[in-house]
């Protein structure tokens, strides 16, 4: 919805489409400068922290899973890692590399998911994936193939695609078999193909020239691209310890928005697939480097609508990972090690499909939790999307009430964002004045 | 005589209090996805399309749980709308995880989590659906299996009952012949009171059933604990275990209750809830 004159004006859309979760957007050009910007997000709150008091301390991966469907194994893993921080205790090799690869399913599933269906529809002027079904089904059939992969893999180590049960701390409660593991490889050979043939079409998109100026912030590692496991670390400089991290990302609750809004010193940040690529990149193998290269990515990328590209980059990555993963698997025998209770607090860090989330949790000698935190990633980005629109609708001016709207949407869904996580999404109002 | 072809049926998405789960299961049908968007209309489905057609809509299917009075207002005219309302998955169905509200006093979850409680306009209850509007059809689980939503939905199109079990999913460790986890003394599982549907997923896994999908009909939750508690498991462990995704549904509410009022002081003390009605 727009009102007024191309110069003041207010765009807003109440219900932003294709993202997870209920929010809306606000912008006010006046003058012909933007006065305005606010993402507000009207998911009904859940209050998780506050249901997890007074739990066990090994229910928390299958209740922190529920804050969302779309990506439960992150939830599950970072809760696995906060309790494991408590309780003083390293898991064994295998069992790390088995949550690697089911962390592999869950970033082909919810990148092949956000690529396909929710965000390549903007560019091709598409309402929905229906839509360009309908002008190609080659190309979503694809994607959907993917996905499934994606699933399978969620399928094959954690019994279930949307809210896995084969998750505990300390490990898992049986390893799969490794017939059924092996059994991966085909499909995923084929996934990995489509994910190739996957950066080649979306690098083609036309982008609007946007470019940002992100404090990126990501998970590192020495030796491989961080994914289920690392040390928070950013674009200027830091490098802390989860913990320490916990420390100086600070959330605050703002009055139109369910979802806590997070900030480093003050100051905005981002996370997510174009962080994870600014920081990480050389450790990238070398098949997905080299797709980037031909897709044209120099060593950052700043035009938040390329971060299709970069999403599509870590299908690439995803695929070919679960891959080495598959053929080096050998079960966790147990499975799981045994993790016993004691006082503490526990922190817990690892990369979501859309960007770093974070659980600590303070746990008394019974293995009762005392007190809960958790920080989506949509928190931490909700800044920098607002930061966004500002260009985007700077940028735009000369566009029409629709048109603007659209770019509006977009410019969101470039951080794919998940409303259930941060507490809906997006009903754009456009305000003229 | 000309035959003309009829519209297709037109499909609308809702979504309430929630984690998205459930509706995502819709789009995890993956290479039936494309087909079935052949055989119905998608009116509104907000996590997947810009359109929005207007209603009324033939099919709805409503994720999430009643939390806020504006959600109150909109499940009213979600029904209005609709010529059949299909709710999908343990919040619609019972009120969810979220339900766990319903135990504490009013407030005390929100102040908890928010620096600004008096910013939030948020229910002190989160209720099903059907406590609202008469609801068709209830497919359970958290997650629902996206076969059982393929066949709901298949169904309603050709105007016949959806076959989707009832029993429990006792039955179906039995039918595919998983070992016993409580006989065999390993864990406690709500398999015997818990409605199938999974394929008893947990306990092919060696974990006992958390009883995603919610009481089984006729589910004798009261005979299950006091077997399981004299087999060494906790009355606070089985007053959590009964309080998760499924917390208000009245069998394991009420087993809940009467759970914590039969407890002998032996050690602890339970932590069992009662809810506030």
């Known amino acids: 919805m727009t009102h007024g004159t191309k110069r003041n004006r207010t765009v807003s859309a109440e219900g932003v489409a294709r993202v997870e979760g209920e929010g809306s957007l606000r912008v006010v050009v006046h003058d012909g400068s933007v006065s305005e910007v606010s993402l507000d997000i009207f998911e009904p709150p859940r209050y998780f922290e506050a249901m997890l008091v007074g739990r066990h301390f090994s229910e928390a991966p299958d209740i922190t899973a529920r804050i969302c469907g779309i990506c439960p194994v992150a939830y599950q893993l970072t809760a696995c890692a906060a309790m494991e921080d408590a309780a003083r205790i390293d898991v064994g090799e295998r069992v790390r590399l088995l949550r690697r690869l089911l962390y592999c399913g869950e970033w082909i599933q919810s990148h092949a998911l956000h690529v396909y269906l929710l965000h390549a529809p903007d560019f091709l002027g598409c309402q929905d994936a229906v839509e360009l079904a309908e002008r190609d089904p080659s190309i979503i059939e694809r994607g959907l193939a993917l996905k499934r992969t994606g699933n399978l893999i969620m399928e094959t180590v954690g019994g279930r695609s949307v809210h896995p049960v084969n998750v505990r701390v300390g490990g898992f409660y049986s390893a799969p078999d490794p017939g059924a593991i092996a059994a991966l490889a085909e499909p995923l050979e084929r996934a990995l193909e489509a994910a190739l043939a996957t950066v080649s079409w979306v690098s083609g998109f036309d982008f609007p020239d946007v470019l940002g100026s992100y404090r990126f912030v990501a998970l590192r590692e020495n030796d491989q691209y961080a994914i289920e496991s690392g040390r928070p670390g950013s674009s200027d400089g830091l490098d802390v310890s989860p913990r320490q991290f916990a420390i100086l990302s600070v959330e605050e609750h703002v009055a139109r928005s369910t979802a806590l809004q997070a900030r480093i010193g003050g100051r905005s940040y981002l996370t997510g697939p174009l962080a994870r690529y600014a920081l990480n990149a050389p450790l990238m193998p070398e098949i997905v480097r080299q797709s980037a290269h031909a897709a044209g990515l120099g060593p950052t990328c700043t035009n938040p609508f390329q971060s299709i590209v970069v999403r599509a980059l870590e299908i690439v990555l995803a695929c070919d990972e679960a891959l080495r993963l598959i053929a080096e698997y050998e079960p966790p025998d147990p499975p799981a090690d045994e993790v016993v209770a004691r006082a503490g607090i526990g922190t817990g860090v690892t990369e979501a499909p859309r960007g770093l989330l974070l659980h600590q949790y303070e746990i008394d000698a019974a293995g009762t939790i005392v007190r809960a935190r958790i920080m989506p990633p949509t928190s931490q980005n909700q800044l920098t999307i607002e930061e966004d629109l500002r260009r985007v609708v700077e940028g735009g001016l000369d566009l029409d009430d629709d048109d603007l709207q659209w770019r509006c949407e977009q410019s969101v869904r470039n951080h794919d964002p998940c409303i259930s996580c941060a507490a809906h999404f997006l009903d754009l109002e456009v305000e003229r004045s | ?277």
């Open chain 2, 1 to 277: 005589m000309s035959v003309v072809a009829p519209a297709r049926p037109t499909l609308a998405v809702w979504k309430f209090a929630s984690c998205d789960g459930c509706q995502l299961s819709l789009l995890d049908l993956e290479p039936e996805l494309l087909a079935l968007t052949r055989a119905v209309r998608i009116a509104h489905f907000t996590e997947m399309t810009r359109a929005h057609v207007e209603g009324p809509y033939d099919i709805s299917l409503v994720e999430g749980s009643i939390t806020t009075s504006d959600d109150l207002a909109r499940i009213l005219e979600v029904r209005k709308q609709s010529r059949y309302l299909i709710t999908i998955g343990a919040c619609a169905a019972t009120g969810g995880i979220q339900a766990l509200r319903n135990f504490v006093e009013p407030g005390e979850f929100a102040s908890m989590v928010y620096a600004h409680p008096e910013y939030l306009r948020s229910l002190d209850t989160s209720t099903p659906i059907s406590d609202h509007v008469v609801v068709d059809y209830e497919l359970r689980g958290c997650p629902i299996d996206r076969f059982q939503l393929l066949e709901v939905i298949l169904a309603l199109l050709a105007h016949r009952r959806p076959v989707v079990a009832t029993h429990s999913v006792c039955q179906e460790c039995k039918a595919r012949g998983t070992v016993c986890l409580v006989v065999a003394g390993e864990s406690a599982c709500l398999g015997p009171v818990t409605r199938a549907g999974c394929n008893a997923l947990c306990p092919s896994i060696g974990r006992g059933c958390f009883g995603c999908f919610g009481p089984s009909e006729g589910a004798n939750v009261d005979s299950l604990t006091s077997w399981l508690r004299t087999h060494g498991h906790s009355d606070e462990a089985l007053t959590r275990l009964l309080q998760t995704f499924n917390a208000a549904a009245p069998a394991f509410r009420d087993g809940a209750t009467r759970l914590v009022a039969t407890s002998v002081t032996l050690g602890e003390n339970p932590r069992g809830r009662k809810e506030r009605l």
